[in-house]
């Protein structure tokens, strides 16, 4: 049998509807998951929230958290699975190769934002 393959997916939350995904991916797909959450948009999602409320606070933790646990578990990794949700873009830069889940293609608002990541790094 081949080995599965190890990836980390980050979310903006993580419940039910979430962990049944993930449970059916590792089973149709071979691979194993490290699910990891964090609400954090980066820069972006930050700005955003000021304009919205300018009394926000939002934290950087969860995000530098999921970050720090990519770095540390890098040569196990084969990349990393970001699902919809304001995402920090330093995700973009860890090197290993990462898959954007859309949930809203007839939208694409989320393809739309990845694009525009790209083209900000690039």
């Given at each position: 049998?081949?080995?599965?393959?190890r990836a980390c997916a980050i979310f903006p939350e993580i419940g039910e509807e979430q962990k049944n995904l993930l449970r059916e991916l590792e089973r149709k797909c071979n691979i194993e998951i490290d699910a990891k959450e964090t609400n954090y948009g980066g820069k972006d999602g930050l700005d955003y929230a000021?304009?919205?409320n300018p009394d926000t606070y939002v934290s950087d933790r969860?995000?530098?958290e999921v970050l720090r646990y990519v770095g540390e578990n890098k040569e196990s990794l084969d990349g990393i699975i970001l699902f919809p949700g304001w995402f920090d873009r330093?995700?973009?830069?860890?090197g290993l190769p990462t898959l954007f889940v859309d949930t809203l293609p007839n939208l694409q608002l989320?393809?739309?934002e990845v694009i525009k990541c790209f083209k900000f790094l690039c």
């Open positions: 049998m081949k080995e599965k393959a000021i304009q919205r969860e995000s530098n330093r995700f973009f830069l860890t989320g393809f739309k």
